[in-house]
């Protein structure tokens, strides 16, 4: 049952209110919408939509940016989160255990970063619909940036399979972040100038060992953030994917807790070490900045070289 945490700061009557915001956060974002209006290209007669960001909005700000982040808890969700809240945007997550996110929302809180939250599993409809419910009187029906960041894994061949494995599997990883963009969709168009970034993996792009089902969550992933860039560019909202290697985060714990596994890793890897969170986050975090408003469609990799080695043996 999803649940809204104290907004610590953000309710209504709070002078941190999304409503109020503090007046250097009153550029940028919000006012993307009216500024693209003034805005006329002059350069050539062909009829275009116009820039819209105008050389005097800070490209490198998220002042003003309202953003939901699901599984902000741990891992790379917990670094988008502080990633977007340290560029100055007001940041709602979600995450299964409330202690943890608790604990989470008080450190935030200390850091002076404006963030919310809410227990949802995003892998059930209901759920979904609630948390997307709070978002919006969060912050008032705008919504600048969907991060899509939850997923999982079983790791087994194919053939091994059962069918609720693969059901569970699809619709933590692919159904979730569909119907999640689905629900965002009138938030995001409503605030003029939206962004959505979806947490891939190298797993859709080339075939690792025990992750047929994964790749293939992942490869539906890469494409719809294909599909979204071009059905909602008339809308000003961008889609776009990152697609990491091995970060080192507590969903890998595990399977990297192997030595020689964890070799045979560093060995694949042309900058020879798994990620931090933070190397992802940060692509993340441009992605949705008004720096990268003509990238759209893009699955970018967070890999150290892995996905584009061909044969580098280290010994010769
Ligand atoms: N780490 C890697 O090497 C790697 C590589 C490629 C791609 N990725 C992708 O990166 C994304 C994040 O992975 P991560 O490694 O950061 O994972 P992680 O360390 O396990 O963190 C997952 C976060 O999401 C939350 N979460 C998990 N399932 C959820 C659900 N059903 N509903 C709501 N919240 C949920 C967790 O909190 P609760 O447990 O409290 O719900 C936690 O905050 C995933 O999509 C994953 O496929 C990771």
């Known amino acids: 049952m999803s649940a809204s945490r104290s907004l610590l700061g953000l309710g209504p009557s709070s002078p941190h209110s999304p409503v109020g915001l503090p007046r250097e956060n009153a550029h940028g974002f919000q006012s993307l919408k009216s500024a693209s209006l003034r805005f006329s290209p002059t350069l050539c007669s062909i009829k275009s939509v116009p820039h819209p960001n105008p050389p005097s909005i800070n490209r490198w700000s998220l002042g003003g940016a309202t953003a939901l982040v699901t599984g902000g808890t741990r891992g790379i969700g917990r670094a988008v989160v502080a990633e977007l809240a340290g560029l100055g945007a007001t940041v709602h997550t979600c995450a299964r255990n409330g202690t943890e996110l608790d604990k989470c929302l008080r450190g935030w809180e200390e850091e002076g970063f404006r963030v919310s939250g809410s227990v949802c599993d995003v892998s059930f409809r ?141 060995s694949r890897t042309p900058l020879g070490r798994l990620g931090d969170p933070t190397e992802v986050s940060s692509l993340v975090a441009f992605l949705c900045l008004p720096a990268s408003s003509y990238i759209t469609g893009q699955i970018i990799c967070v890999d150290g070289g892995m996905s584009i080695n061909g044969f580098y043996p280290r010994h010769d």
């Not at 919504?143 to 061949?157: E, Q, Y």
């Not at 790749?215 to 560019?233: D, H, M, P, S, Y």
Request: proline share 2%; glycine share 4%; with cysteine.
């Open 126 to 266: 209901d759920q979904r619909e609630e948390l997307v419910d709070t978002v919006s009187s969060v912050f008032n029906g705008n919504l600048n940036i969907l991060i899509n960041n939850v997923g999982t894994n079983i790791r087994k061949p194919m053939v091994e399979f059962t069918s609720e494995e693969f059901a569970k599997l699809f619709a933590t990883n692919f159904e979730s972040v569909f119907h999640m963009s689905q629900l965002a969709y009138p938030l995001l168009k409503a605030s003029g100038a939206g962004s959505v970034v979806f947490t891939s993996s190298v797993s859709g792009f080339v075939s690792l060992k025990s992750m047929s089902v994964h790749g293939a969550t992942k490869g539906a992933i890469n494409q719809l953030t294909k599909n979204l860039a071009c059905e909602w560019a008339e809308d000003n909202i961008r889609s776009n994917a990152v697609a990491p290697w091995y970060i080192r985060t507590s969903m890998v714990e595990q399977v990297l807790s192997n030595k020689e596994y964890l070799e045979e890793v560093y």
